[in-house]
């Protein structure tokens, strides 16, 4: 597609199941990232990759966050054993080159009851 | 940490006013920008501008750069009701890997 696409765009779940995101960016975008957005604040970063590899894992909450990214493509953002603090917005963006601006989807909302 | 800090954190302007959004940052810059987020949707591009240029125009935008102060301020002419959203700065560090968001600004242009 033309944009980045991110899917579900929801997703209810119980606390303690896992859950996966999923972001599909602009072909030929070797840059991706993934944001956190809680209601009304500003982003949280996550992690970024650079092709295939993550230079960048510092945003990563705990170790029931973890992420891949395949074929410089896809990527996946996985929550193990979700807790009702990772209710939010997740967002995934991607570019050209790391400095440049970046095109965002439009998140999944993710509910934990 | 956010580099990025705006402010107002909010702003209610009637249509056809100006509205002015600061942004201010910590370390050297490679480059600033602003992004534009409509209720429930993603960020969208509004304009990059260089460490080296200190003024840039699209439609009814304006972006300044001080890099002697750190800051920035986008100002939006003639405002109308469709631009009510949030307002993010972005900077990309010198020394950086990747860009770092303010809080946001929210405005609400009001009919």
């Known amino acids: 597609g033309a944009g980045v696409s991110q899917s579900p765009s929801n997703k209810v779940t119980e606390k303690g199941k896992d859950v996966e995101l999923r972001c599909d960016p602009i072909s030929g975008h070797t840059a991706l990232y993934w944001y956190r957005q809680s209601l009304g604040q500003g982003l949280e970063f996550l992690i970024y990759f650079q092709g295939n590899s993550a230079p960048d894992k510092s945003g990563l909450p705990s170790d029931r966050f973890s992420a891949e990214r395949t074929g410089g493509s896809v990527s996946t953002l996985t929550i193990q054993r979700t807790q009702q603090e990772d209710s939010a917005v997740y967002l995934c963006?991607?570019?050209?080159?790391?400095?440049?601006?970046?095109?965002f989807g439009d998140g999944t909302r993710l509910s934990i009851l | 940490s956010q580099q990025g800090e705006e402010d107002p954190q909010a702003l209610s302007i009637q249509e056809g006013e100006n509205a002015t959004m600061n942004c201010s940052y910590k370390?050297?810059?490679?480059?600033l920008q602003w992004y534009r987020q409509n209720s429930g949707r993603g960020l969208v591009h509004l304009i990059l501008i260089r460490s080296n240029e200190r003024e840039k125009h699209s439609g009814r935008l304006r972006v300044t750069l001080d890099t002697s102060k750190k800051s920035s301020s986008l100002l939006i002419t003639a405002s109308r009701a469709a631009d009510t959203a949030s307002y993010f700065c972005?900077?990309?560090?010198?020394?950086?890997?990747?860009?770092?968001f303010g809080e946001g600004t929210q405005l609400t242009v009001n009919p």
């Open positions: 963006a991607s570019s050209l080159d790391i400095s440049g601006p970046q095109h």
């Open positions: 370390t050297s810059i490679n480059n």
């Open positions: 972005a900077s990309f560090r010198t020394s950086g890997s990747r860009l770092t």
